[in-house]
């Protein structure tokens, strides 16, 4: 059967609970991927702030689930300033949040869900529809047709290749292992501890330790999510969600929440005291702690999303190129974009091939 007759009776649907949805056809659906899952959604509807509404785009071909997405009512800042925007994304997952079930054509699907996007966007009188994540070819392709692919700061992640902590410490260049050790010795003197746990028990007070950081970074923009999140994981997703604190004393000076599925292990939402955590290096001490869990954990893969590359260059990571598609609604203001891009990613490219070259020289 060729692609255009299979394509003439797929379905889109809008709906805003998970709960609408099979749930087995969901996980069939996204593949059973951490941070995708029915139960993951639950738990991202559970914590959403208050006005806030998700919109699952569901496509169907004889009431099967062929394909699907998430978006959420958002805003990005261009130029200085909040734009009102519907987001198509999976938060802290570094995986495209838009879904095509294995063996049926890719295009076609993807094509009654933007188009279905574009129709919730002018719902919710937004200015731009944002996708995260564009990375496979079959959706780069289709989406610098329709969009400008934006790079952004690169993915780290780091492949784990070592049986023992000891064995990653001797593969690393000279100067970041004696860093390390040196971070690492100097938090034994000073009696850190670290733990780790599924207990999410202190929610409120790890959520101000969060706003208090993205506050100190200047972003100052109302959280989609609230404290109910930390509350939500050991209710959804208790199996998976764990969380490194580090301590001096009694004071908790850091933490970072993670989830590990046996295989791979995402590094989601980290916070920090203000006035001790850089006196005792508790975010180094947290982020080296982790590794060195995950390597006794048999963990093939972290994940440590967007972050600072100068800090995670040291402790062997990999960066991996970012896109964000990006349509504005209003078409003149939409060509302008275009022609802004190819500048913009050009001084993305630059600024992190000057970072793979400092990273060569320390070797």
């Known amino acids: 059967m060729k692609d255009s007759e299979r394509t003439m009776d797929l379905t889109a649907r809008v709906c805003h609970h998970i709960s609408e949805i099979p749930q087995e056809e969901w996980d069939e659906l996204v593949n059973h991927r951490l941070l995708h899952t029915y139960k993951w959604m639950e738990l991202l509807e559970y914590s959403l702030r208050e006005g806030i509404s998700p919109y699952y785009i569901t496509v169907t071909r004889d009431n099967q689930l062929v394909g699907g997405t998430v978006c959420f009512p958002s805003y990005r800042i261009f130029f200085g300033t909040y734009v009102p925007s519907i987001a198509c994304l999976c938060p802290f997952s570094d995986e495209i949040g838009i879904y095509v079930k294995q063996g049926e054509p890719i295009e076609p699907i993807l094509l009654l869900l933007y188009r279905t996007m574009e129709d919730v966007a002018r719902q919710e009188k937004a200015r731009i529809i944002v996708i995260t994540n564009v990375k496979e070819d079959e959706y780069v392709n289709f989406f610098r047709k329709k969009t400008s692919l934006m790079q952004v700061l690169p993915s780290t992640h780091l492949n784990i290749q070592w049986k023992t902590f000891k064995d990653y410490l001797r593969s690393l260049p000279r100067k970041s292992k004696k860093n390390i050790r040196h971070t690492l010795n100097q938090g034994e003197r000073r009696g850190l501890q670290l733990n780790h746990s599924h207990d999410f028990s202190d929610a409120e007070f790890l959520f101000h330790f969060y706003k208090e950081n993205l506050l100190e970074h200047g972003h100052g923009y109302p959280l989609s999510f609230t404290s109910d999140f930390y509350k939500g994981l050991e209710k959804y997703v208790s199996e998976y969600a764990y969380i490194l604190r580090c301590y001096h004393e009694d004071r908790l000076l850091g933490y970072w929440v993670y989830f590990f599925d046996g295989k791979t292990a995402c590094m ?4 920090s005291e203000k006035n001790y955590a850089k006196e005792y290096n508790a975010y180094f001490n947290i982020c080296y702690d982790a590794v060195r869990e995950m390597i006794e954990k048999g963990c093939s893969r972290i994940f440590f999303g967007p972050t600072t590359y100068t800090v995670k260059r040291r402790i062997g990571c990999t960066l991996e190129e970012k896109k964000v598609a ?23 490219r630059r600024t992190y091939a000057t970072d793979s070259a400092t990273e060569e020289k320390e070797k």
């Open 268 to 271: 989601a939402i980290s916070g």
């Open 326 to 348: 990006i349509k504005f609604l209003n078409p003149a203001l939409d060509v302008a974009f275009r022609l802004l891009i190819p500048l913009w990613n050009l001084q993305v």
